[in-house]
């Protein structure tokens, strides 16, 4: 899975795409796991910036729950932007919003991380 990654100011932005389900969920993970070692108290944030995320299953949510152990740690912060309906939802009903910042837009989330140039 390509996440896209974009530098905005000393933030890095990651737009992943499509579902992220028991088919992708491996890829994202492999895709994700380079930008968290960097994602220190003294390196970069990450946005994940899911508008174009239609779908996230419990196995999606795994590799998430597991990026966010890594990262709190290093002393790094990591927040979601733009979830779809379905997708806040699904991060609703399991209670990951509140494990994750999660933020209506990029810009917001840009704003919330200092990420804006």
Known sequence: MELHPIQE???TVLSPTGR??????DAFKLALDPHLAMCTRDGAPLVLDFSGVDYISSIGLRALMVAIKQVKPQGGRM???????LVLEVFTISRFDMLFEIFPDRAAALAAVGGAA
């Not at 927040?79 to 309906?85: C, I, M, N, S, T």
């Open 9 to 11: 100011g000393r933030t």
């Open 20 to 25: 992220i389900d028991h088919t992708h969920a």
């Open 79 to 85: 927040v979601l932007a733009a979830l779809q309906p």
